[in-house]
């Protein structure tokens, strides 16, 4: 199968390849995909406070129209807020790398990467929040 | 040195420039119907088949009156084993084979095994109908069959005893090295058993089948013995007194011959027969109709001659360069494994699982480079190799495989290249594959739920 210009760009020129701290609040980490089946794709947002991706970086395992997939929605989603971020579809990401009916997979685990990422990230933010508001009872002396 | 490097050799084979040199005269000059017994030019073209066929029959030890030419070993392994079926019907029904044939076998014997099921499936119909007094359709035969209680129905079991039609079909599973388990072959031959068909040398994983063995056991039970040499044939010693084999497949384009020509060797003593799959003017001793491919069968033969005379040297000069890959990859690179018993193993094959990494892209990395991969990604559909999966091979494995196939005009040169670029691509796609992190974060990554889709 021949691969098309810019899933070979995007494959040896791969952009934000790395890994950031999962640990940091404003980092949301999405893995999607299965080694069995081939294809695991870890995205990670770095998320500012007021919501606007500020950094993202990916590691693929997987074939090269997955590794291209998921370098382009790591370009894709820097300076969008988290909303314009969700509506990222499978089909744009397929259409801009012309991928093959057989490849479609690979787009869709790119869509469930960022999607995975965001939930992470407000869920973190959720738990937060939550901690932020039961925290000062938990330090209200117990009854004697 | 030549780019792109072709590593692929299982695949198919350059033909020889002695080969085509060959095959020259037989287009415009030499261009008579091998069939044509009254003129000189069908007898140049006879006689030069016949050279061919006695090129191809020293090559295995055989006699060229056993010597079927066919359009390649699919037609040749569909001839031997429908063929054996449908001839030696009334002596019984039964195939052994195993898991990590060549699809021309598995799914040879998968149709068989359909139309004996669909014409039971008729049979069972047939007794409903009788035992309804009404129509039935086959929607309803799950149902029915259980209401009626076919399964102790005598009249209907006979009926089945009386089947002629497809087969029963044995898959035998392979030792973890890919290698066949004899005392398995010996316990899954019954009196129904006609024939055990089992490769000589895999085409994905290179190993080579213990056949003189296999052999002889089938010849003790008094089961024919087919075996698809295709892989095996001019790379390494084979002879048909040898491995007791009763019927072999050999295609020419996988011994640097043209592609579209093969051949099926059929035992004369003690004689096998076997019914023909295409009917016509009766050339192939009636085995195989259809006008000769004279240029091809010349190309065929001289393809044999050649590999006959240096298939020794030759299997050491490549066995030596495999060798080589192997030696640059593993010292080069951490947690790599060999796919099948290295030992028993064709001299150009390495298949090798780069663990963490997937196949078609370490095949994109490497695209000066021809090899092919046991990954999904590389086929239609989205499983890993099953020749792989039958080795009992993890499907992460499978999908981080590649083959590599080293032949005739392979150089150390070409080698020391693959090595050095494999190398560099395997280490770029560990470095963006989240696996190889978490594994080396101590993560055992089997315990992990992932996400399947
Ligand atoms: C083991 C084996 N059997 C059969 C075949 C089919 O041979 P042909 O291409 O001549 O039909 C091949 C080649 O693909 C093969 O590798």
């Known amino acids: 199968m021949a691969y098309s210009e810019k899933v070979i760009e995007h494959y040896e020129n791969s952009r934000n390849v790395g890994t950031l701290d999962k640990e940091d609040p404003n980092v949301g980490t999405g893995l999607v995909g299965a080694p069995a089946c081939g294809d695991l794709m870890r995205l990670q947002l770095k998320i500012s406070d007021d919501g606007i991706v500020q950094d993202a970086k990916f590691k693929t395992y997987g074939c090269g129209s997955a590794i291209a997939s998921s370098s382009l929605v790591s370009e894709w989603v820097k300076g969008k807020s988290v909303d314009e971020a969700q509506t990222i579809t499978n089909k744009e990401i397929a259409r801009e790398l012309s991928l093959p009916p057989v490849k479609i997979h690979c787009s869709v685990l790119a869509e469930d990467a960022i999607k995975a990422a965001i939930k992470d990230f407000q869920e973190k933010r959720a738990k937060r929040q939550a901690q932020a508001v039961v925290a000062p009872k938990a330090e209200t002396p117990a009854q004697p | ?453």
Request: hydrophobic share 40%; aromatic share 6%.
């Open chain 2, 1 to 453: 040195m030549k780019l792109p490097i072709f590593m692929d050799y299982h695949s198919t084979t350059p033909m020889d420039p002695r080969v085509l040199e060959a095959m020259k005269p037989y287009f415009v000059e030499e261009f008579g119907n091998a069939a044509s017994r009254n003129h000189k030019f069908g007898w140049t073209a006879e006689a030069a088949v016949e050279k061919a066929r006695k090129q191809l029959a020293a090559l295995i030890g055989a006699s060229e009156k056993e010597i079927v030419f066919t359009s390649g070993a699919t037609e040749s392994n569909n001839l031997a084993i429908k063929g054996v079926v449908e001839f030696y019907k009334d002596k019984g029904d039964h195939i052994i084979t195993m898991t990590t044939e060549h699809k021309a076998v598995l799914d040879t014997c998968k149709r068989l095994e359909r139309q004996r099921l669909d014409r039971i499936d008729e049979l069972k119909l047939q007794r409903l109908m009788e035992l309804t007094g009404r129509d039935v359709t086959p929607d309803e035969l799950a149902t029915l069959e259980i209401k009626h209680g076919l399964e102790n129905d005598a009249l209907l079991k006979r009926w089945i005893d009386k089947v002629r039609v497809g087969a029963r079909v044995t898959y035998l599973s392979p030792k973890k090295d890919g290698l066949i388990d004899l005392d398995a072959l010996r316990a899954a031959i019954t009196d129904k058993t006609v024939l055990v068909s089992v490769m000589l040398a895999n085409n994905e994983i290179g190993v080579v089948q213990p056949v003189a063995e296999i052999g002889a056991i089938c010849r003790e039970k008094g089961v024919l013995f087919h075996t698809d040499a295709v892989q095996g044939v001019g790379k390494i010693p084979f002879d048909v007194e040898t491995a007791k084999a009763d019927l072999v497949s050999i295609t020419a384009h996988k011994m640097y011959g043209p592609k579209g020509v093969g051949a099926l060797y059929v035992r004369r003593k003690p004689r096998v027969r076997i019914a023909a799959l295409i009917d016509g003017g009766g050339h192939e001793r009636g085995m195989r109709s259809g006008t000769l491919n004279v240029a091809g069968i010349v190309g065929f033969g001289a393809a044999a001659e050649i590999a006959r005379a240096e298939l020794g040297a030759e299997g050491q000069r490549i066995s030596g360069l495999r060798d080589r890959l192997w030696a640059g990859l593993s010292k080069n690179l951490d947690l790599l494994t060999v796919n099948g018993s290295l030992e028993h193993r064709l001299p150009g094959n390495l298949n090798v699982s780069f663990a963490y990494v997937e196949g078609e892209a370490v095949m994109m990395a490497i695209k000066d480079v021809a090899v092919s991969s046991g990954s999904a990604c590389t086929s239609a559909s989205l499983e890993p190799s099953y020749v792989l999966r039958a080795l009992g091979v993890d499907e992460d494995m499978a999908h981080s495989s590649i083959r590599f196939g080293l032949g005739r005009f392979s150089t150390a040169e070409e080698v020391d290249f693959v090595i050095d670029l494999v190398t560099r691509a395997v280490k770029k796609l560990r470095d963006m594959s989240p696996l190889y992190e978490m594994a080396k974060e101590g993560i055992d990554l089997k315990s992990i739920a992932w996400t399947a889709h």
